[in-house]
């Protein structure tokens, strides 16, 4: 397997390496409460719900 005869420098190395970015995450508001979160994710309500697809899964007892 063929080597590099030469070290690369950090210019060439950063050169290549500038299109590697860290991707904004999608944010989708929920229809029923109006809350903010991640899309694929169950999440917490403000009230204390765990809500999925716009369904509550987990409700906290106590309250």
């Known amino acids: 397997m063929p080597n590099p ?3 690369h420098s950090a210019t060439r190395r950063d050169k ?3 299109h590697y970015k860290a991707a ?10 109006g809350d903010n979160h991640l899309s694929h994710r169950a999440y917490f ?3 204390g ?10 409700e906290k007892a106590g309250k």
Do not use: A
């Not at 904004?24 to 409460?33: E, G, Q, R």
């Not at 719900?49 to 987990?58: A, E, I, P, T």
């Open 5 to 7: 005869k030469r070290r």
């Open 16 to 18: 290549r390496r500038t």
């Open 24 to 33: 904004v995450p999608t944010v989708s508001i929920d229809k029923t409460t």
């Open 45 to 47: 309500t403000s009230d």
């Open 49 to 58: 719900k765990l809500m999925y697809n716009g369904q509550v899964v987990f």
